[in-house]
């Protein structure tokens, strides 16, 4: 199971930092991914890390204002979030793939996904 916690209302300009905690499961022998998603529109990928912490893929949109870090030993993965935009306000879920060392920004090829945590970023 994965879960996410650190949602909320925040400013823009604000900073947020998101967490993603696994329980059971191997771990540290997957890639973790952060997703978006607003009403009406598909879910989006804005940035993923590999299973060794060692590759990441940033959205455009994300890029140089969001950090994903993990801690396998802790079984997390943190998405750090700066100068947040009224644009990143969504529910963003943490998940993983189907297959153990992959690394893929398509979404279907996700299978373990969280409950989501909101985040609002007022103008």
């Known amino acids: 199971q994965l879960a996410e916690s650190g949602g909320g209302l925040v400013q823009a300009g604000d900073s947020l930092r998101l967490s993603c905690t696994a329980s059971g499961g191997a771990f540290s022998a997957y890639a973790v991914g952060w997703f978006r998603q607003t009403p009406g529109k598909e879910r989006e990928c804005v940035a993923v890390?590999?299973?060794?912490?060692?590759?990441?893929y940033y959205a455009d949109s994300v890029k140089g204002r969001f950090t994903i870090h993990r801690d396998n030993a802790e079984k997390t993965v943190i998405l750090q979030m700066i100068s947040l935009k009224p644009g990143d306000t969504a529910d963003y879920y943490c998940?993983?793939?189907?297959?153990?060392?992959?690394?893929?920004?398509?979404?279907?090829?996700?299978?373990?996904w969280g409950q989501g945590t909101q985040v609002t970023v007022s103008s």
């Open positions: 890390i590999n299973w060794a912490g060692d590759n990441r």
């Open positions: 998940a993983s793939p189907k297959v153990s060392y992959l690394f893929t920004i398509r979404t279907e090829s996700y299978a373990l």
